[in-house]
Protein backbone atom coordinates (compact mmCIF):
# COMPACT_ATOMS: atom_id res chain seq x y z
CA UNK A 1 0.00 0.00 0.00
CA UNK A 2 0.61 3.46 0.05
CA UNK A 3 2.41 6.03 2.05
CA UNK A 4 1.83 9.59 0.74
CA UNK A 5 1.50 7.74 -3.20
CA UNK A 6 4.99 5.71 -2.28
CA UNK A 7 4.30 2.15 -2.73
CA UNK A 8 5.71 0.10 0.48
CA UNK A 9 5.45 -3.37 2.01
CA UNK A 10 6.19 -3.87 5.45
CA UNK A 11 9.23 -6.45 4.69
CA UNK A 12 11.43 -6.15 1.82
CA UNK A 13 14.98 -7.42 0.39
CA UNK A 14 17.22 -4.34 0.14
CA UNK A 15 17.75 -3.60 -3.49
CA UNK A 16 21.10 -2.64 -3.74
CA UNK A 17 22.48 -5.68 -1.81
CA UNK A 18 20.19 -8.27 -2.11
CA UNK A 19 20.45 -9.75 1.09
CA UNK A 20 20.11 -7.10 4.35
CA UNK A 21 16.13 -7.33 5.43
CA UNK A 22 14.31 -4.20 5.85
CA UNK A 23 11.51 -3.15 7.86
CA UNK A 24 9.66 -0.51 9.02
CA UNK A 25 9.62 0.30 12.85
CA UNK A 26 6.25 0.07 13.67
CA UNK A 27 6.96 1.03 17.06
CA UNK A 28 7.86 4.49 16.23
CA UNK A 29 4.52 5.00 14.30
CA UNK A 30 2.83 7.32 13.72
CA UNK A 31 5.21 9.87 15.13
CA UNK A 32 8.03 8.39 12.50
CA UNK A 33 8.52 6.25 9.74
CA UNK A 34 11.79 4.86 11.00
CA UNK A 35 13.15 2.13 8.28
CA UNK A 36 15.42 -0.40 10.27
CA UNK A 37 18.07 -2.21 7.98
CA UNK A 38 18.45 -6.38 9.50
CA UNK A 39 22.08 -8.25 8.96
CA UNK A 40 21.81 -10.91 11.42
CA UNK A 41 19.19 -13.30 12.65
CA UNK A 42 19.49 -11.93 16.12
CA UNK A 43 18.28 -9.05 14.94
CA UNK A 44 15.58 -10.52 12.99
CA UNK A 45 13.99 -12.02 16.25
CA UNK A 46 15.25 -8.76 18.46
CA UNK A 47 12.36 -7.08 16.01
CA UNK A 48 9.56 -9.33 16.46
CA UNK A 49 9.77 -9.76 20.67
CA UNK A 50 10.03 -5.85 20.60
CA UNK A 51 7.19 -5.62 18.30
CA UNK A 52 8.95 -3.35 15.54
CA UNK A 53 7.63 -6.25 13.26
CA UNK A 54 4.01 -7.65 14.54
CA UNK A 55 1.09 -9.05 13.25
CA UNK A 56 0.62 -12.69 12.62
CA UNK A 57 1.53 -12.96 8.73
CA UNK A 58 4.38 -10.35 8.96
CA UNK A 59 5.97 -12.33 11.93
CA UNK A 60 5.88 -15.38 9.81
CA UNK A 61 7.35 -13.34 6.83
CA UNK A 62 9.67 -11.77 8.78
CA UNK A 63 11.22 -15.27 10.64
CA UNK A 64 11.36 -16.73 6.96
CA UNK A 65 13.81 -13.75 6.01
CA UNK A 66 15.46 -13.84 9.68
CA UNK A 67 16.20 -17.84 8.51
CA UNK A 68 18.22 -16.19 5.61
CA UNK A 69 20.30 -14.05 7.74
CA UNK A 70 21.59 -16.86 10.09
CA UNK A 71 22.53 -18.62 6.80
CA UNK A 72 24.64 -16.05 5.61
CA UNK A 73 26.24 -16.45 8.63
CA UNK A 74 26.88 -20.41 8.74
CA UNK A 75 25.05 -22.35 6.47
CA UNK A 76 25.30 -26.00 8.64
CA UNK A 77 22.36 -27.95 10.12
CA UNK A 78 23.38 -26.93 13.45
CA UNK A 79 23.17 -23.05 12.64
CA UNK A 80 20.41 -23.10 10.48
CA UNK A 81 18.31 -25.37 13.52
CA UNK A 82 19.78 -22.73 15.96
CA UNK A 83 18.31 -19.91 14.37
CA UNK A 84 15.18 -21.31 13.96
CA UNK A 85 14.73 -22.35 17.55
CA UNK A 86 15.62 -18.58 18.37
CA UNK A 87 13.11 -16.99 15.96
CA UNK A 88 10.52 -19.56 17.04
CA UNK A 89 10.54 -18.55 21.11
CA UNK A 90 9.83 -14.96 19.72
CA UNK A 91 6.51 -14.94 20.58
CA UNK A 92 4.31 -17.45 21.41
CA UNK A 93 0.25 -16.82 20.03
CA UNK A 94 0.45 -16.14 16.15
CA UNK A 95 0.93 -19.90 14.67
CA UNK A 96 2.26 -17.94 11.33
CA UNK A 97 5.50 -17.64 13.56
CA UNK A 98 5.64 -21.90 13.44
CA UNK A 99 4.42 -22.54 9.83
CA UNK A 100 6.90 -20.07 8.44
CA UNK A 101 9.56 -21.39 10.30
CA UNK A 102 8.40 -25.33 9.50
CA UNK A 103 8.15 -24.30 5.83
CA UNK A 104 11.62 -22.96 5.75
CA UNK A 105 13.13 -25.67 7.36
CA UNK A 106 11.50 -28.60 4.99
CA UNK A 107 12.82 -26.88 2.17
CA UNK A 108 16.51 -26.16 4.11
CA UNK A 109 17.10 -29.57 5.92
CA UNK A 110 16.82 -31.58 1.92
CA UNK A 111 19.55 -28.57 0.85
CA UNK A 112 22.99 -28.77 0.75
CA UNK A 113 24.77 -26.29 2.89
CA UNK A 114 26.33 -24.29 0.03
CA UNK A 115 23.00 -24.29 -1.62
CA UNK A 116 20.90 -23.03 1.52
CA UNK A 117 21.40 -19.22 1.23
CA UNK A 118 20.08 -19.30 -2.45
CA UNK A 119 17.30 -21.40 -1.52
CA UNK A 120 16.60 -19.43 1.93
CA UNK A 121 15.67 -16.38 -0.25
CA UNK A 122 13.95 -18.24 -2.72
CA UNK A 123 11.62 -19.88 -0.03
CA UNK A 124 11.22 -16.22 1.92
CA UNK A 125 10.22 -14.74 -0.81
CA UNK A 126 7.86 -17.04 -2.59
CA UNK A 127 6.49 -16.69 1.50
CA UNK A 128 5.94 -13.07 0.89
CA UNK A 129 4.79 -13.29 -2.06
CA UNK A 130 1.96 -15.24 -1.38
CA UNK A 131 1.26 -13.68 1.87
CA UNK A 132 0.21 -10.77 -0.53
CA UNK A 133 -1.53 -13.18 -2.93
CA UNK A 134 -3.92 -14.58 0.19
CA UNK A 135 -4.54 -11.05 1.87
CA UNK A 136 -5.79 -9.70 -1.77
CA UNK A 137 -8.26 -12.24 -1.93
CA UNK A 138 -9.04 -12.06 1.17
CA UNK A 139 -9.71 -8.53 -0.11
CA UNK A 140 -12.13 -9.99 -2.66
CA UNK A 141 -13.76 -12.53 -0.68
CA UNK A 142 -15.15 -9.40 1.88
CA UNK A 143 -16.13 -7.15 -0.59
CA UNK A 144 -19.46 -8.81 -0.65
CA UNK A 145 -19.84 -8.45 2.73
CA UNK A 146 -19.25 -4.88 2.78
CA UNK A 147 -21.03 -4.22 -0.84
CA UNK A 148 -24.51 -6.26 1.17
CA UNK A 149 -24.29 -4.01 3.91
CA UNK A 150 -24.36 -1.06 1.47
CA UNK A 151 -27.47 -2.30 -0.32
CA UNK A 152 -29.26 -2.94 3.36
CA UNK A 153 -28.65 0.57 3.49
CA UNK A 154 -29.89 1.76 0.36
CA UNK A 155 -26.45 3.22 -0.59
CA UNK A 156 -26.06 4.74 3.01
CA UNK A 157 -22.27 4.65 4.49
CA UNK A 158 -21.48 1.48 5.59
CA UNK A 159 -19.47 1.51 9.19
CA UNK A 160 -17.08 -1.21 9.74
CA UNK A 161 -15.67 -1.70 13.20
CA UNK A 162 -12.05 -3.39 13.71
CA UNK A 163 -9.86 -4.17 16.50
CA UNK A 164 -6.20 -3.94 17.25
CA UNK A 165 -4.21 -3.63 13.77
CA UNK A 166 -4.84 -6.44 11.00
CA UNK A 167 -4.10 -4.15 8.10
CA UNK A 168 -1.19 -3.78 5.30
CA UNK A 169 1.51 -3.16 8.60
CA UNK A 170 0.49 -6.66 9.94
CA UNK A 171 1.15 -8.58 6.68
CA UNK A 172 3.36 -7.97 3.78
CA UNK A 173 0.57 -6.06 2.04
CA UNK A 174 -2.82 -5.49 2.09
CA UNK A 175 -3.67 -7.29 5.66
CA UNK A 176 -6.24 -9.10 6.27
CA UNK A 177 -8.92 -7.74 8.12
CA UNK A 178 -8.56 -4.27 6.43
CA UNK A 179 -7.97 -5.77 3.06
CA UNK A 180 -11.97 -6.00 2.39
CA UNK A 181 -11.89 -2.27 3.59
CA UNK A 182 -8.92 -1.36 1.15
CA UNK A 183 -11.19 -3.45 -1.89
CA UNK A 184 -14.26 -1.68 -0.51
CA UNK A 185 -12.98 2.21 -0.72
CA UNK A 186 -11.03 1.77 -3.51
CA UNK A 187 -14.23 0.39 -5.93
CA UNK A 188 -15.87 3.76 -4.76
CA UNK A 189 -17.98 2.33 -2.13
CA UNK A 190 -18.96 5.05 0.69
CA UNK A 191 -17.82 3.62 4.33
CA UNK A 192 -16.34 4.65 7.68
CA UNK A 193 -14.23 2.64 9.73
CA UNK A 194 -14.71 2.26 13.79
CA UNK A 195 -10.95 1.91 14.93
CA UNK A 196 -10.84 0.83 18.42
CA UNK A 197 -7.49 2.19 20.04
CA UNK A 198 -6.74 -1.24 21.30
CA UNK A 199 -4.82 -0.89 24.62
CA UNK A 200 -2.28 -1.42 25.93
CA UNK A 201 0.21 -1.40 22.85
CA UNK A 202 -2.45 0.93 21.05
CA UNK A 203 -2.04 -0.85 17.84
CA UNK A 204 -5.45 0.92 16.61
CA UNK A 205 -4.96 4.26 17.30
CA UNK A 206 -1.27 3.95 16.03
CA UNK A 207 -1.15 1.72 13.04
CA UNK A 208 -4.93 1.27 11.66
CA UNK A 209 -5.67 4.75 12.11
CA UNK A 210 -2.31 5.80 10.70
CA UNK A 211 -2.44 3.51 7.77
CA UNK A 212 -6.48 4.07 6.97
CA UNK A 213 -5.12 8.10 7.09
CA UNK A 214 -2.29 7.34 4.18
CA UNK A 215 -4.71 5.27 2.38
CA UNK A 216 -7.53 7.63 2.51
CA UNK A 217 -9.68 5.95 4.38
CA UNK A 218 -12.52 7.69 6.68
CA UNK A 219 -12.15 6.42 10.23
CA UNK A 220 -12.47 7.60 13.60
CA UNK A 221 -10.28 6.06 17.15
CA UNK A 222 -12.63 4.99 19.71
CA UNK A 223 -11.57 3.84 23.61
CA UNK A 224 -12.15 -0.18 23.66
CA UNK A 225 -15.25 0.01 25.70
CA UNK A 226 -17.22 2.22 22.77
CA UNK A 227 -17.69 -0.92 20.69
CA UNK A 228 -21.13 -2.06 22.85
CA UNK A 229 -22.88 1.15 22.72
CA UNK A 230 -22.22 1.93 19.49
CA UNK A 231 -23.65 -1.08 18.35
CA UNK A 232 -26.53 -0.67 20.55
CA UNK A 233 -27.06 2.59 18.54
CA UNK A 234 -27.17 0.97 15.15
CA UNK A 235 -23.83 2.43 14.22
CA UNK A 236 -21.93 -0.74 13.44
CA UNK A 237 -22.98 -2.94 10.16
CA UNK A 238 -20.49 -5.03 10.42
CA UNK A 239 -16.75 -6.14 12.36
CA UNK A 240 -14.10 -7.15 10.44
CA UNK A 241 -11.19 -8.52 12.87
CA UNK A 242 -7.70 -10.89 11.80
CA UNK A 243 -6.38 -13.80 13.90
CA UNK A 244 -3.77 -14.97 15.07
CA UNK A 245 -4.46 -18.41 15.31
CA UNK A 246 -7.65 -20.11 14.30
CA UNK A 247 -8.40 -23.74 15.18
CA UNK A 248 -9.76 -25.88 12.66
CA UNK A 249 -13.07 -25.73 14.66
CA UNK A 250 -13.22 -21.80 13.74
CA UNK A 251 -11.85 -20.72 17.38
CA UNK A 252 -10.27 -17.32 16.69
CA UNK A 253 -7.23 -16.00 18.50
CA UNK A 254 -6.83 -12.28 18.31
CA UNK A 255 -5.33 -9.14 20.16
CA UNK A 256 -7.08 -9.38 23.46
CA UNK A 257 -10.49 -7.48 23.26
CA UNK A 258 -11.57 -9.07 20.33
CA UNK A 259 -13.96 -11.27 22.49
CA UNK A 260 -15.61 -8.20 24.32
CA UNK A 261 -17.00 -6.83 20.64
CA UNK A 262 -17.29 -10.45 19.42
CA UNK A 263 -19.87 -10.90 22.84
CA UNK A 264 -21.14 -7.52 22.17
CA UNK A 265 -21.87 -8.35 18.20
CA UNK A 266 -24.05 -11.15 19.18
CA UNK A 267 -26.37 -9.15 21.39
CA UNK A 268 -26.88 -6.70 18.91
CA UNK A 269 -27.13 -8.67 15.53
CA UNK A 270 -24.39 -7.11 13.79
CA UNK A 271 -22.35 -9.78 11.79
CA UNK A 272 -18.58 -10.40 13.02
CA UNK A 273 -16.20 -11.71 10.74
CA UNK A 274 -12.68 -12.65 11.07
CA UNK A 275 -10.46 -12.29 8.03
CA UNK A 276 -8.22 -15.62 8.24
CA UNK A 277 -5.65 -16.50 5.84
CA UNK A 278 -4.61 -20.62 5.62
CA UNK A 279 -1.44 -19.80 7.51
CA UNK A 280 -3.56 -19.05 10.25
CA UNK A 281 -5.16 -21.66 10.95
CA UNK A 282 -3.71 -24.36 13.49
CA UNK A 283 -5.19 -27.68 11.98
CA UNK A 284 -3.79 -29.39 15.28
CA UNK A 285 -6.23 -27.93 17.58
CA UNK A 286 -9.64 -28.35 18.51
CA UNK A 287 -10.31 -26.00 21.41
CA UNK A 288 -9.23 -22.59 21.15
CA UNK A 289 -9.87 -21.87 24.86
CA UNK A 290 -7.74 -24.59 26.46
CA UNK A 291 -5.04 -25.14 23.83
CA UNK A 292 -3.75 -22.03 22.08
CA UNK A 293 -1.05 -20.34 24.18
CA UNK A 294 -1.59 -16.67 25.46
CA UNK A 295 1.11 -14.15 25.36
CA UNK A 296 1.79 -12.67 28.55
CA UNK A 297 3.59 -9.33 28.24
CA UNK A 298 5.29 -6.50 30.04
CA UNK A 299 2.48 -5.35 33.33
CA UNK A 300 4.36 -1.65 32.08
CA UNK A 301 2.40 -1.88 28.70
CA UNK A 302 -0.68 -1.88 30.85
CA UNK A 303 0.55 0.79 33.84
CA UNK A 304 2.14 3.56 31.13
CA UNK A 305 1.18 5.13 27.77
CA UNK A 306 3.46 6.27 25.54
CA UNK A 307 2.63 9.17 23.38
CA UNK A 308 3.72 12.54 21.85
CA UNK A 309 3.45 15.45 23.77
CA UNK A 310 2.53 19.01 22.15
CA UNK A 311 6.04 20.25 21.62
CA UNK A 312 6.62 17.46 18.96
CA UNK A 313 9.16 15.21 21.86
CA UNK A 314 7.79 11.43 22.25
CA UNK A 315 7.33 10.01 26.36
CA UNK A 316 5.58 7.61 28.55
CA UNK A 317 3.92 8.94 31.05
CA UNK A 318 2.39 6.28 34.13
CA UNK A 319 -0.91 6.20 34.31
CA UNK A 320 -1.55 3.75 37.21
CA UNK A 321 -0.29 4.04 40.63
CA UNK A 322 3.40 3.44 41.11
CA UNK A 323 3.10 0.55 43.39
CA UNK A 324 -0.19 -0.96 41.31
CA UNK A 325 1.15 -4.27 39.53
CA UNK A 326 -0.66 -4.94 36.58
CA UNK A 327 -1.59 -8.13 34.48
CA UNK A 328 -1.13 -8.19 30.42
CA UNK A 329 -2.50 -11.20 28.79
CA UNK A 330 -2.10 -9.99 25.00
CA UNK A 331 -4.68 -11.82 23.53
CA UNK A 332 -8.03 -13.58 23.88
CA UNK A 333 -9.80 -16.22 21.99
CA UNK A 334 -13.38 -15.55 20.83
CA UNK A 335 -15.28 -19.14 20.58
CA UNK A 336 -16.67 -20.35 16.87
CA UNK A 337 -19.83 -20.25 18.24
CA UNK A 338 -19.90 -16.00 18.47
CA UNK A 339 -18.14 -15.48 14.65
CA UNK A 340 -20.67 -14.89 11.99
CA UNK A 341 -17.72 -16.51 9.50
CA UNK A 342 -14.15 -16.88 8.74
CA UNK A 343 -12.79 -14.51 5.27
CA UNK A 344 -10.22 -16.56 3.90
CA UNK A 345 -8.58 -16.36 0.57
CA UNK A 346 -10.57 -19.37 -0.83
CA UNK A 347 -13.80 -17.68 0.18
CA UNK A 348 -15.85 -17.59 3.18
CA UNK A 349 -17.08 -20.09 5.09
CA UNK A 350 -18.74 -20.84 8.43
CA UNK A 351 -16.85 -21.20 11.52
CA UNK A 352 -16.63 -24.90 12.09
CA UNK A 353 -15.33 -27.90 11.45
CA UNK A 354 -17.33 -28.34 8.30
CA UNK A 355 -16.61 -24.82 7.03
CA UNK A 356 -12.73 -24.91 7.13
CA UNK A 357 -13.25 -28.42 5.94
CA UNK A 358 -15.24 -27.20 3.12
CA UNK A 359 -12.47 -24.63 1.46
CA UNK A 360 -9.31 -26.70 2.51
CA UNK A 361 -10.17 -30.48 1.88
CA UNK A 362 -6.46 -31.63 2.09
CA UNK A 363 -6.70 -31.10 5.63
CA UNK A 364 -9.68 -33.48 5.91
O1 LIG B 1 0.43 -8.17 19.23
P1 LIG B 1 0.24 -7.93 17.77
O2 LIG B 1 0.22 -6.48 17.41
O3 LIG B 1 1.21 -8.73 16.92
O4 LIG B 1 -1.22 -8.49 17.48
C1 LIG B 1 -1.75 -8.41 16.19
C2 LIG B 1 -3.14 -8.91 16.08
O5 LIG B 1 -3.74 -9.35 17.02
C3 LIG B 1 -3.73 -8.93 14.70
O6 LIG B 1 -5.10 -8.70 14.74
C4 LIG B 1 -3.46 -10.29 14.06
O7 LIG B 1 -2.09 -10.59 14.13
C5 LIG B 1 -3.91 -10.35 12.67
S1 LIG B 1 -2.80 -9.48 11.64
C6 LIG B 1 -3.29 -9.57 10.04
Request: proline content about 4%; glycine content about 8%.
Amino acid sequence: MKIDGVAYRSVWVDRADGWAVHIIDQTKLPWALDILRLTDVAQAAHAIRAMQARGAPLIGALAAYGMCLALRRDASTEAMERGAALLAGTRPTAVNLRWALERMLTRLRNTRPDERVAAAYAEAAAIAEEDVARNEAIGRHGLPLIEAAATRKAGGRVNVLTHCNAGWLATVDWGTALAPIYTAHNAGLDLHVWVDETRPRNQGAALTAWELGKHGVPHTVVADNAGGHLMQHGEVDLAIVGADRVTRAGDVANKIGTYLKALAALDNGVPFWAAVPSSTIDWTLSDGLAEIPIEERSGAEVTDVTGRMADGRIATVRVAPLDSPAANPAFDVTPARLVTGLITERGRCDASVAGLRGLFPEHR
